[in-house]
C-alpha cells in the first residue's frame, strides 16, 4: 500500500474490555514496530517483528499486551481487561528491514479507556 | 538502555529565523539518527537521517550535524515558516531493536 494503515483511528472502551488495535504496514516491509505515546511524550517502544517472527517484546507494560503478525503482513495489538493508564495513541510503523532503516509511521489509534 | 535528551523543550521563533534543536545520548554503539516532525494529532515523519560515518546531511532547508566524540547530533531548519510549527524527536538507534526517541522540541514559528 501507500502507506501504514492503522484501525480504527479512536477506540474508547469501558475499564475491563478487551480491545484489538490493527496495523497494516507498506507493502513488502520486512519489520513492524508497535509504540505507545502518551500525550505530550514521544513515542515509546513496545514491541517489534522481523516478518511473523516475533523478535522483541521487552516493551510490553504488562501480560495484558499481546501482539501477533501471522503471515509476516497485517499486525494486532491485544490488550485485555483494560485499564485507564491504557489511554494513549498506540502507532504502528514499518520498515524494509531493522531499526536502522527508515520507519514509516501510520496515524495511529487513539484509546480511552473510561 | 540509551538515555536520550533534546533542547530546548520548546522554540519560538520568527518566520525566516533559523531554528537549532540539541539531541544528546548516552550510548556511544548508536549508529543511525533519525529526526522526525510531528503535527498535532498527525503521525510522526521522518525528516531527515544520518548515519555514524557521515558528519553532516543537508536537504534543501533541513540540515544534521552529527558530534560523536561528544555525543550528540543537532537539527538544523533554516529560513523558518509557519509550516514548521510542530513537535520535533530526536530517535537515536543503538543497536537494540528499535529507536529511542526522546521527549520532543515544540517548534513555533511566528509570521
Known amino acids: 500500500g501507500a502507506g501504514v494503515s492503522q484501525s480504527p483511528r479512536y477506540k474508547v472502551a469501558k475499564r475491563g474490555q478487551d480491545v484489538a488495535l490493527r496495523c497494516d504496514p507498506i507493502s513488502g516491509h520486512v519489520s513492524l514496530f508497535w509504540y505507545q505515546q502518551a500525550l505530550g511524550q514521544g513515542p515509546e517502544f513496545l514491541t517489534y517483528f522481523q516478518n511473523e517472527a516475533q523478535l522483541d517484546k521487552s516493551g510490553l507494560p504488562s501480560d495484558r499486551f499481546f501482539a501477533e503478525r501471522p503471515e509476516g503482513s497485517v499486525s494486532t495489538l491485544k490488550i485485555q481487561r483494560t485499564q485507564q493508564e491504557d489511554s494513549a495513541v498506540y502507532l504502528c510503523?514499518?520498515?524494509?528491514?531493522?531499526?536502522?532503516?527508515?520507519?514509516?509511521f501510520g496515524d495511529g489509534t487513539r484509546l480511552s479507556i473510561l | 538502555g540509551e538515555n536520550v535528551e533534546q533542547h530546548p523543550s520548546t522554540l519560538s521563533v520568527q518566520e525566516g529565523d533559523s531554528a537549532v534543536i540539541k539531541c544528546t545520548y548516552s550510548d556511544s554503539a548508536s549508529n543511525y539518527f533519525p529526526w522526525y516532525k510531528q503535527e498535532l494529532g498527525k503521525r510522526p515523519q521522518l525528516i531527515i537521517d544520518?548515519?555514524?560515518?557521515?558528519g553532516e546531511k543537508k536537504d534543501q532547508r533541513i540540515a544534521v550535524t552529527l558530534n560523536k566524540t561528544a555525543k550528540h547530533f543537532s537539527l538544523h531548519i533554516t529560513e523558518t515558516q509557519p509550516e514548521d510549527s510542530a513537535v520535533y524527536f530526536c530517535?537515536?538507534?543503538?543497536?537494540?531493536?528499535?529507536?529511542?526517541f526522546g521527549k520532543g522540541t515544540m517548534l513555533l514559528v511566528s509570521p
Open positions: 544520518i548515519r555514524s560515518n557521515v
Open positions: 510503523a514499518s520498515s524494509s528491514l531493522g531499526a536502522s532503516e527508515p520507519q514509516h
Open positions: 530517535a537515536p538507534f543503538s543497536g537494540y531493536s528499535t529507536l529511542t
